[in-house]
Structure formats: structure tokens, C-alpha cells
């Protein structure tokens, strides 16, 4: 199956400073990279995804980049706030949809005011 | 999105007994999934939960320790049996939600084995 490492495992920064999540992937036929947000208690809730027909993607103060050569895509938060606080899991499908997700070991990211 | 329930959230149970957790749907859904999340740890895929058909399950994992039932479009259980305390877990359902074929999870179950 698909191995998706994850770094850092803990990240702090200052509120409005911006926080950069790395994954690398190890099957090359992944097409599918969604980001997860899990507050404590709480299940994991979807932020941010991205197909391999596109190398970016944004919403707001999220954004992914993902670079198919590489086998690597990135989580990048600008303007952080207190409530981005969270564990932020990356994950890879083999395939368009995002049937058998297979999930990065998760980041602690914790914003400091 | 759909809206995704469990049942139960959570429980307390001896060694060697056996659980169900089931998973409602508020719409049809093709694909469903359940994972495994240990405590402070990421979320492992078990199995895919195929309508009309037995599940797929992944490595590690087989039907003995984890049967699962899929008898519609917008159910599925997922049964933990002979638990020992390694099996202490969250336990998720997820879905692919049409028309993005995004995945998303219900809240969890919460499984302490004493």
C-alpha cells in the first residue's frame, strides 16, 4: 500500500506567522491528497484538498502545493490564529477519488498568541 | 456534506467479549470506510465496507478480529470481537461523499478494553 511520511510531528509559531506541513508519498499511481484538521475530542475534518491534475490550490489563509515528481505536497496556513491550533493529518489515494485514504502520522500545530 | 452518526460514542468493555459500532448515513452513499485511530496516533484504514459484497480489508487486518456488515446504502457495523486492550482505540466511519469524492467521518467511537 501507499506510505505517506509527515514533517514536522510538532510546529509552534507565533500568531500571524505562517505554518509550512511537508508529506512525501511513495506510490507514484496517489492522484488524490487531501489535509485534516482534528481539534482534541473531535473527529477529523476535512480542510483542504488537491487531484494531481493541479499544482495548487487555495482557499483562504490555506493553501496545498503539490509537486507529482517530487511525490511530495505541502500544507501552507498564513496568518495564523490561535483557533488553527490543532493535529493536521495529510493523506494519498491511489485513484481520482478518495476511497482508501492513507493518513501521514499528523502535525501538532500550536499558535501561540 | 453527508451526516455521518455512530453509535455507540463510546464504551467500556472486558477482554475477550466483542462489539458492534454501527454507522448511519443520511444519504446513499457507494463507499464506505472504517479506521482505527490509537490514542496520540494517526488514523489507520481497516477496511472498505462494500454494499452487497464482503469488505476489502487491509493489511493487518482480517475478518475474524473485525467482521463488518453493509446491508444498505446508508449503514454499516463494524464488530471488534475477542477484545484484548491493544483494541483500546478510536474507531471511525467514514464516507465518499458524491459529487466531490471527498471522504468524510463520523465522530468516532471511543473503545476502552479493560
Known amino acids: 500500500g501507499e506510505n505517506v511520511e509527515q514533517h514536522p510531528s510538532t510546529l509552534s509559531v507565533q500568531e500571524g506567522d505562517s505554518a509550512v506541513i511537508k508529506c512525501t508519498y511513495s506510490?507514484?499511481?496517489?492522484?488524490?491528497f487531501p489535509w485534516y484538521k482534528q481539534e482534541l475530542g473531535k473527529r477529523p475534518q476535512l480542510i483542504i484538498d488537491?487531484?494531481?491534475?493541479?499544482g495548487e490550490k487555495k482557499d483562504q489563509r490555506i493553501a496545498v502545493t503539490l509537486n507529482k515528481t517530487a511525490k511530495h505536497f505541502s500544507l501552507h496556513i498564513t496568518e495564523t490564529q490561535p483557533e488553527d491550533s490543532a493535529v493536521y493529518f495529510c493523506a494519498a489515494s491511489i485513484g481520482t477519488g478518495a476511497n482508501n485514504l492513507f493518513f501521514g502520522t499528523g502535525t501538532r500545530l500550536t499558535v501561540i498568541p | 456534506s453527508a451526516v455521518i452518526s455512530q453509535k455507540p460514542s463510546r464504551d467500556i468493555c472486558q477482554r475477550g467479549t466483542s462489539l458492534t459500532i454501527q454507522c448511519q448515513v443520511d444519504?446513499?452513499?457507494?463507499?464506505m470506510f472504517w479506521y482505527r485511530q490509537q490514542p496520540g496516533q494517526s488514523l489507520t484504514l481497516i477496511a472498505t465496507a462494500n454494499q452487497g459484497s464482503e469488505a476489502t480489508y487491509e493489511s493487518g487486518f482480517v475478518i475474524d478480529k473485525f467482521p463488518i456488515s453493509r446491508p444498505n446504502l446508508t449503514f454499516s457495523t463494524l464488530t471488534v470481537s475477542n477484545m484484548s486492550p491493544e483494541d483500546s482505540s478510536i474507531y471511525l466511519c467514514s464516507v465518499e461523499d458524491p459529487p466531490w469524492r471527498e471522504q468524510f467521518f463520523g465522530p468516532g467511537t471511543r473503545l476502552t478494553v479493560l
Open positions: 488537491i487531484r494531481s491534475n493541479v
Open positions: 506510490d507514484s499511481a496517489s492522484n488524490y
Open positions: 444519504s446513499q452513499v457507494t463507499m
